[in-house]
């Protein structure tokens, strides 16, 4: 036994197993995908989620891997200054040519429970910031909920929406939205059910006007 591979049957072990299985199963109901996949890949979504072991996004879309690109991180957090999700959206925009993001939060997020609760959390309380922002803007509502549930889930429907325009403010979308139309979406999926809510988001006329205004830059000569 070699001290980097660990004991037979260990856990590494029953994995590869269990993907042999999978990919034994794949390749008799789709003989061309691992070829195919082996080529490239041109998802045509950009999902954009919380870490949350209960939210498998391929799953819930019914999807094969290769069909949607992913980024995820705790309580679907967007930030203009984020460079982790940069990368990530400028890849699957700029070069993978995705038609659609796709920003999904999820109802009993553990994130956004923390962020209306006080507890110190080291690290994460920075991470929560922008959730925590949210939650001073929206005290008042926030407390018109007589449940932890349905405070979580309004305040999960405004980290979409902050999330949305963030992503309306980068100028690599903004630029596929305008050449390509690139599509934007919010969505939340229910842990209690297996349901996507549809989280509408719209900007009037005079907001497109003043984003396009304040946020259009173009490249030097």
């Keep these: 036994m070699s001290e980097h591979t660990g004991p037979k049957g260990g856990f ?12 034994s199963s794949m390749e008799q109901s ?17 999902w954009i989620g919380c870490a949350d072991s209960r939210i498998p996004e391929s799953t819930i879309l019914g999807l094969k891997p290769g ?7 705790i309580a679907n957090i967007i930030t203009p200054t984020d460079i982790n999700s940069l990368s990530v959206i400028e890849f699957a925009v700029a070069h993978l040519k ?3 993001i796709l920003v999904c939060g999820h109802t009993s997020c553990g994130g956004v429970n923390a ?25 008042e509502e926030l407390e018109k909920f007589d449940t932890q549930g349905d405070k979580t889930h309004r305040l999960s429907q405004y980290n979409i929406l902050r999330s949305l325009e963030v992503l309306r403010m980068n100028p690599t979308v903004m630029d596929a939205m305008a050449e390509r139309n690139l599509e934007l979406h919010g969505v939340i999926y229910h842990v209690e059910n297996g349901k996507l809510e549809v989280v509408e ?13 304040a946020f259009t830059t173009k490249k030097s000569a």
């Design 98 to 100: 995705v038609e659609h």
């Design 115 to 139: 962020a209306l609760g006080n507890t110190r959390l080291g690290l994460l309380d920075i991470w929560l910031q922008p959730m925590r922002q949210l939650r001073m803007e929206h005290t």
């Design 30 to 46: 789709d003989p061309e995908f691992f070829p195919k996949s082996a080529k490239g890949q041109s998802p045509r979504i950009l």
């Design 12 to 23: 590494a072990h029953t994995l590869a197993e269990r993907v042999e299985q999978w990919s």
């Design 201 to 213: 988001s719209s900007e009037d006329e005079t907001k497109l006007k003043k984003r396009l205004a």
């Design 67 to 73: 069909e949607v690109f992913v980024h995820r991180n």
